[in-house]
């Protein structure tokens, strides 16, 4: 089945500093690639995804991309604000079915 | 994009029991899937819940533990049975939507925090 590794497992920035977190994917059948931000008592939310056929996509302040020969993807978060500490998560699945998660990354802008 | 809400939203239960969770999205939804968070760790799937049908199961996790229904496209719900501490977990709710096509995404419901003492 499909394995998803997420780096780093933590990571503190200083608000206005980028923030970079990368996933690698085993199977190439997996075609839907969602980053999920979950806050502490909350279910996790989609904030960008990223399908194979794109290498990469933007949304203000946060950028995916995804490279398919070397089964890799990343979150790009520019210009990091206080309320983006959270942990995130990254994912892959076939056409946003089930889907494997990597184990998060804690992120904490410090102001 | 799908709205998802779970109830109940949190529990305190003692072992031996069992507890409902509920499912609800405000569209119809091609697939509804049962995800269990444990304190601090990634989410994993514990089963597809099919329309009509009995679910899919992912390895490690039997019907007669988790016990799900699916009586209709925006309703499912998941039964956690005879509970024991290590139970103690968020139960996530989520969906594949909005059309059954290419450009479907994957939503979660808030979820359900139990604990069990």
């Known amino acids: 089945g499909e394995n998803v590794e997420q780096h780093p497992s933590t990571l503190s920035v200083q608000e206005g500093d980028s923030a970079v977190i990368k996933c690698t994917y085993s199977?190439?059948?997996?075609?839907?690639f969602p980053w999920y931000k979950q806050e502490l008592g909350k279910g996790p939310q989609l904030i960008i995804d990223?399908?194979?056929?794109?290498g990469e996509k933007k949304d203000q302040r946060i950028a995916v991309t995804l490279n398919k020969t070397a089964k890799h993807f990343s979150l790009h978060i520019t210009e990091t604000q206080p309320e983006d500490s959270a942990v995130y998560f990254c994912?892959?699945?076939?056409?946003?079915?089930?889907?494997?998660f990597g184990d998060g990354t804690t992120l904490t802008v410090k102001p | 994009s799908a709205v998802i809400s779970q109830k109940p939203s949190r529990d305190i239960c003692q072992r031996g029991t069992s507890l409902t969770i509920q499912c609800q999205v405000d569209?119809?939804?091609?697939?509804m899937f049962w995800y269990r968070q444990q304190p601090g760790q990634s989410l994993t799937l514990i089963a597809t819940?099919?329309?009509?049908?009995?679910?899919?199961?992912e390895s490690g996790f039997v019907i007669d533990k988790f016990p799900i229904s699916r009586p209709n496209l925006t309703f499912s719900t998941l039964t956690v049975s005879n509970m024991s501490p290590e139970d103690s977990s968020i139960y996530l709710c989520?969906?594949?939507?909005?059309?059954?096509?290419?450009?479907?995404?994957?939503?979660f419901g808030p979820g359900t925090r139990l604990t069990v003492l």
């Open positions: 989520s969906v594949r939507g909005p059309s059954g096509g290419l450009t479907d995404t994957q939503y």
């Open positions: 199977d190439s059948a997996s075609n839907y």
């Open positions: 990223i399908r194979s056929n794109v």
């Open positions: 994912a892959a699945s076939i056409n946003a079915g089930k889907s494997t």
């Open positions: 569209s119809q939804v091609t697939m």
């Open positions: 819940a099919n329309q009509g049908s009995e679910a899919t199961y």
